[in-house]
């Protein structure tokens, strides 16, 4: 079975960003140590009106987690409302969106894939939900409690990450992360091929 890391919130080290709009903590950058990632998961913290920096040859997500949201804007190509926590928003990242808050500063689940080399699946559940490990991924708690197989359970703010090569990971076992209460909200990340 691939090791599964846990972490919460809190823990992830924060970089803030250079227009000083927010800051991003970073759950995994993939190969580690490299500039040129893979795949990036991470969670920003919005708190001002500003541009979001284009990444060619990169799709990305973004889920809003918690806050009234963002508008995201690059006309013609998108206008769109990021204003209901748990709905991901997939575009590319060779597009330089500018950003608007709905509100108040917003929290926000982001994941970058370099197209050339895999892709990602991002979905939202308030029910028990069965894991496939894929190339690697992120479960993130945004409400509620969550039983992990082992008996641990996380709670809001809390998830687990994994990675590793296809060849290793072809044979990881799947698992199923189970809704401890009716009101739970749970985020998962698959990196597929």
């Known amino acids: 079975m691939t090791h599964r890391e846990h972490f919460t919130f809190a823990s992830l080290p924060v970089s803030p960003w250079r227009n000083g709009g927010g ?27 500003g541009p979001f920096s284009a990444f060619p040859g990169i799709d990305r997500s973004i889920t809003l987690l918690s806050g009234e949201g963002v508008h995201l804007q690059a006309l013609p190509d998108i206008d ?7 709905v991901p928003f997939s575009f590319s990242g060779d597009i330089a969106l500018s950003a608007r808050l709905l ?11 370099r197209r050339t080399v895999c892709a990602a699946r991002v979905s939202a559940t308030g029910e028990s939900l069965r894991i496939s ?3 690697g991924g992120v479960v993130y708690v945004i409400c509620g409690e969550w039983q992990m197989p082992d008996g641990v359970v996380l709670g809001a703010g809390e998830g687990f990450v994994w990675s590793a090569p296809h060849a290793e990971n072809h044979d990881a076992e799947d698992f199923t992360v189970t ?3 009716a009101e739970g909200l749970l985020l998962w990340a698959a990196v597929t091929q």
């Open 23 to 49: 800051e991003t903590r970073e759950i995994i950058s993939y190969p580690p140590g490299k500039s040129d990632f893979d795949w990036r998961i991470s969670i920003a913290t919005i708190a001002k009106d």
């Open 80 to 86: 769109h409302a990021l204003d209901t926590c748990g």
């Open 103 to 113: 509100g108040g500063v917003t929290t926000d689940f982001n994941v970058m894939t």
């Open 133 to 135: 490990h894929e190339k």
């Open 179 to 181: 809704a401890k209460h």
